[in-house]
């Protein structure tokens, strides 16, 4: 089974993308502050991590940059940030 890392600081969000993720037949482990999502993210291999930018302790872009230091996992970043700075910010971060 694969493993997906959701990570977001809002509890409402994690749980909806748990349930959809589950029912597509992934396991789902949940992180709510970045230092949390980095520790998990060092710990585990994922499949895939879904990374809330705007977080707690450490925001998305601090942990997709120390995750990609050691893996390239597949990374989906949510985020309502929708300037081209973000957008050319996530793709030098190799964001999925």
Same mark, same amino acid.
């Given at each position: 089974?694969?493993? &997906?890392?959701?990570?977001?600081?809002?509890?409402? &969000? +994690?749980?909806?993308?748990?349930?959809? /993720?589950? =029912? $597509?037949? @992934? =396991?789902?482990?949940?992180? @709510?502050?970045?230092? $949390?999502? /980095?520790?998990?993210?060092?710990?585990?291999?994922?499949?895939? &991590?879904?990374?809330?930018?705007?977080?707690?302790?450490?925001?998305?872009? =601090? +942990?997709?940059?120390?995750?990609? +230091?050691?893996? =390239?996992?597949?990374i989906i970043m949510l985020t309502?940030?929708?300037? $081209?700075?973000?957008?050319?910010?996530?793709?030098?971060?190799? +964001?999925?």
């Amino acid at each position: 089974m694969q493993t &997906i890392l959701v990570c977001d600081d809002d509890k409402e &969000i +994690v749980e909806a993308i748990d349930i959809y /993720l589950q =029912q $597509e037949g @992934y =396991q789902v482990l949940k992180a @709510y502050d970045g230092e $949390e999502a /980095l520790s998990y993210a060092h710990a585990e291999q994922y499949d895939g &991590i879904i990374l809330d930018v705007m977080m707690p302790k450490m925001d998305g872009w =601090q +942990v997709c940059r120390e995750i990609r +230091v050691n893996s =390239q996992v597949p990374i989906i970043m949510l985020t309502a940030l929708s300037g $081209e700075e973000d957008q050319i910010r996530g793709l030098d971060l190799q +964001v999925d």
